[in-house]
């Protein structure tokens, strides 16, 4: 069963935050998240692993609730630059496949 | 730029034919995932070599097959095409199996059934 995502849409100004959450019915080890541009490969952004751990990579960040099966992504200070589809991808155990969320479309305005 | 390149990149085909993706994985990624991406929707699993057999599959009936190449190149090949079957079909290639690693997809194929 795929995971859920939330907001399906979000249209943001430059220097907006925005928080973008995943949920999943079932036990989770790890979740991953990606963002693809119109037309482009889904790009890699991070991966965290059961122990609720949360990660930065520039003004992007997220955290992982193992007790709740939840991830969260949040994006900070948002710039033109961050548009496009947010996915989140949940493994329910070690090397089992991802399954993807539906997304969530990001549009952000000067 | 991931490294991962496929081609095509579009392609049409009429109900009934067999259609064949071409994946080139970065070089030394033994893994190979192919997906299945429906307009709007998140990409759907298909199927997952490693060192050339398949590895896991996702829930596609078995006229969806593929191969993977001792050269870090893989194929998905569709028999019997469907009006449903319309979508973009990703590559993603990874260094490891069986561990929690990051897919680097290539920019997709997107198959028009007609």
């Known amino acids: 069963q795929q995971p859920v995502q939330s907001p399906q849409a979000v249209i943001l100004r430059e220097g907006e935050d925005a928080v973008i959450n995943c949920s999943s019915s079932?036990?989770?080890?790890?979740v991953h998240w990606y963002r693809q541009k119109h037309g482009e490969a889904p790009i890699f952004l991070m991966i965290l692993l059961k122990g609720g751990e949360q990660k930065g990579h520039d003004k992007i960040s997220a955290s992982f609730n193992e007790k709740k099966q939840q991830s969260s992504l949040y994006l900070t200070a948002s710039q033109l630059s961050y548009s496009g589809t947010y996915f989140c991808?949940?493994?329910?155990?070690?090397?089992?496949?991802?399954?993807f969320g539906g997304g969530t479309r990001l549009m952000v305005k000067p | 730029e991931t490294g991962v390149t496929q081609s095509p990149t579009h392609l049409i085909k009429t109900r009934g034919q067999q259609v064949t993706l071409r994946c080139s994985s970065q070089?030394?990624?033994?893994?190979v995932s192919w997906y299945q991406q429906a307009l709007g929707q998140g990409p759907q699993f298909i199927f997952q070599y490693y060192r050339e057999e398949e590895n896991g599959r996702g829930n596609f009936p078995p006229r969806f097959s593929g191969l993977q190449f001792p050269n870090y190149s893989s194929e998905l090949n569709v028999n019997a095409l469907e009006l449903d079957d319309s979508a973009l079909y990703l590559c993603?290639?990874?260094?490891?199996?069986?561990?929690?690693?990051?897919?680097?997809f290539g920019s997709g194929t997107q198959l028009s059934v007609l």
């Open positions: 991808g949940t493994e329910d155990n070690a090397g089992n496949m991802l399954t």
């Open positions: 993603a290639s990874s260094l490891v199996v069986g561990a929690s690693e990051k897919l680097f």
């Open positions: 070089s030394g990624h033994n893994t």
């Open positions: 079932k036990a989770l080890y790890s």
